[in-house]
Nanobody, 114 residues
């Protein structure tokens, strides 16, 4: 599985961004998908996950602001980020899992600054 993330950029506090991750996978619909982020000097952390069945889960720091979704017809996963804060600044990675196997995208930088 190859993952290609896009949509990062510079945004002011309170703004919005939508990240996308396109996957090359013959059975995309069975994959569990997730977005992680890694800020400078910090460990990579899970931001949002979505199961093959569509169940979602969020880190407490982004709940009510971020929304993960998947489009199985287009082999893509999205992360809608609203009300962005400076502490959301990080490189965001998409992740796919199936059983014990996991794949990572290359990361896309999100900078929240005035």
């Amino acid at each position: 599985v190859q993952l290609q993330a896009s949509g990062g950029g510079l945004v002011r506090p309170g703004g919005s961004l939508r990240l996308s991750c396109a996957a090359s996978a013959s059975r995309f619909s069975v994959l569990a998908l997730a977005w992680y982020r890694q800020a400078p000097g910090r460990e990579r952390e899970s931001v949002a996950t979505i199961s093959a069945g569509g169940r979602t889960n969020y880190a407490g720091s982004v709940k009510e602001r971020f929304a993960i979704s998947r489009d199985n017809a287009k082999n893509t996963v999205h992360l809608q980020m609203n009300d962005l804060k400076p502490e959301d600044t990080a490189v965001y990675y998409c992740n796919a899992r199936w059983g014990s196997a996991a794949w990572w995208g290359q990361g896309t930088l999100v900078t929240v600054s005035s």
